[in-house]
């Protein structure tokens, strides 16, 4: 049975266009599961939208039309962007689908034993969906700890889960498995929280003051707190508590939950917390990546700095869009997102050096073996750089680093570019120094097939439009590593040189 890799993104709010905030998470996403899928993994890759509450009401009124109308209409423009980013996503769920809401209905019996009815006094941000005790925020100057805008004063009766009999539990499990919460510095933060005793959690609404949301089944007058209902996506996307996907997914591989670095709070916590209350065990890792920032702020529908994914695309293109938001900022750090990073990243890297390597080398096949792939020796130092190179992408993926991979890659790019000049195929030629020159053209197309395959879950477009130029007529995407690597270019392989794939740009 293939190995089985689980990997989520979080679930998107609908109530505004997507950005490329939205764009990041789900790139490094499909990223990753590529490379796990291209190692033979079984690969479960679940992305959706997040379509309940407040905010999301809000935004529906506004327009003039139905909560449902209007979660139909956005939740597609997301699809259809991943459509337009190429991401290989598995489960598309969102949280008004019919079978998600039942499942949540079921887990909110099942903890009703453990759930206290209470009054509840707070302070709201409906922009995050998140509450703050009355002691978190001053009332001389209401703003939102989290995002900076106004809160409002809240009291109402609610059920609530108690978190502080978890406590010590959660603190215990971060403490011994270090990879749990990353990078380190989060897991700090999170630790840090659990220092003090902690607040129950609200998991309902009263139905009168939010009527957009699953109703509790043991209440008519609640429905239920739109970050509870979201959380339970990643095990009602597996049909929790059947086994079979669960089985495979939840228990077998183990959770990695992609998020942004402002949501830990819901999912170090809560989550966690939530399914210790379920007895369920907890994801194998939560992975909370940096912020883009635009112009030194993070990007926001009220600052009016909203960068959309798609006008990048159309302007440079998906591969560079990609390769950008991957290779220039360490995943887990902030980034700064400006034209011009993008540009300098595009002629740089992909135009200098690996559009260079590979249009210099379907060029001098051309012109020095009629475009067909010589016959040759293997180098034994081109094909160890090739190893290095594979080792490097794979490590720096299982460590959740794609700029890490991304280097080992350019590593091998690099020296392929210095060998050309070493080599100098072109005074081989007019020395007339046949086998060297062959040889070397034959070595020169293994490592642009090398790199096809490895660029491949980066880029899938370019790696794509590489193999097809080197002759080949299969699917690059039905290629496994990492046996793949070890086979050389067929010998009289007729290629098929077509325009440079990264054109410098002014
Ligand atoms: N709906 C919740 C998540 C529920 S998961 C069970 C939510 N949605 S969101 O649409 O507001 O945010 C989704 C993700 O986008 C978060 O991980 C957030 O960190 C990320 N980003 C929002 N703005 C961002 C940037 N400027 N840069 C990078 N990621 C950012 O929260």
């Not at 599961?33 to 009124?61: N, P, S, Y």
């Not at 270090?178 to 999170?190: C, M, T």
């Amino acid at each position: 049975m293939a190995k089985p890799f689980y990997l989520t993104t979080p679930l998107y709010y609908v109530n505004a266009r997507p950005h490329i905030g939205h764009a990041y998470t789900t790139v490094v996403a499909d990223c990753l599961a590529r490379a796990h899928r291209q190692r033979g993994e079984m690969v479960f890759l679940l992305t959706g939208t997040d379509e309940h509450g407040e905010k999301i009401e809000q935004a529906a009124k506004s327009k003039g039309i139905s909560a449902k109308e209007f979660v139909d209409q956005t939740s597609d423009t997301f699809r259809s962007l991943w459509k337009g980013l190429e991401i290989s996503y598995d489960h598309f769920i969102r949280t008004s689908d019919p079978a998600h809401q039942l499942l949540v209905q079921k887990v909110l019996e099942r903890l009703k034993p453990q759930l206290e009815l209470g009054s509840y006094k707070f302070w709201y941000c409906v922009p995050c969906e998140t509450s703050f005790g009355l002691r978190e925020i001053d009332a001389a100057k209401p703003l939102c700890p989290q995002c900076g805008r106004p809160v409002s004063q809240i009291e109402e009766e609610d059920y609530f889960l108690p978190l502080e009999k978890h406590r010590a539990w959660l603190k215990g499990y971060i403490q011994q498995n270090p990879d749990f919460i990353r990078p380190e510095s989060r897991r700090n933060e999170v630790l840090a929280m659990l220092t003090d005793e902690l607040p129950a959690l609200c998991v309902t609404r009263p139905k009168e003051r939010v009527p957009w949301g699953i109703p509790v089944p043991f209440s008519p007058k609640h429905t239920t707190y739109v970050w509870f209902d979201a959380l339970i996506n990643y095990i009602s996307a597996l049909d929790w508590p059947d086994d079979g996907k669960f089985h495979r997914y939840w228990e077998e591989a183990g959770a990695i939950h992609l998020v942004g670095k402002d949501i830990i709070r819901h999912h170090c916590l809560y989550w966690p917390v939530i399914l210790h209350a379920l007895e369920i065990k907890p994801p194998k890792m939560i992975f909370a990546h940096g912020w883009w920032l635009v112009k030194g702020e993070k990007m926001s529908k009220s600052k009016g700095n909203i960068v959309d994914p798609q006008a990048v695309v159309e302007a440079y293109g998906l591969d560079a869009f990609r390769y950008f938001l991957m290779r220039d900022v360490p995943f887990g750090e902030d980034g700064v997102f400006s034209e011009e990073a993008l540009v300098k990243r595009i002629n740089s890297d992909l135009a200098n050096d690996l559009g260079n390597l590979v249009y210099r080398t379907l060029t001098m096949l051309e012109k020095h073996t009629g475009g067909k792939v010589p016959g040759g020796k293997p180098d034994a130092r081109i094909s160890s750089q090739i190893q290095a190179a594979e080792q490097g992408v794979w490590v720096g993926l299982q460590q959740i680093a794609p700029a890490q991979a991304l280097k080992a890659l350019w590593e091998l790019i690099n020296h392929a570019n210095h060998l050309v000049e070493e080599k100098a195929p072109w005074t081989l030629a007019k020395e007339n120094r046949r086998l060297e020159l062959e040889d070397f053209m034959h070595q020169l197309a293994d490592v642009v097939r090398a790199l096809a395959l490895l660029l491949w879950p980066f880029l899938p477009t370019a790696a794509e439009s590489i193999w097809k130029q080197l002759g080949y007529s299969g699917k690059l995407s039905a290629e496994r590593l990492p046996s793949a690597l070890s086979a050389h270019i067929p010998a009289g392989q007729q290629i098929q040189k077509g325009k440079p794939l990264f054109p410098r740009l002014q």
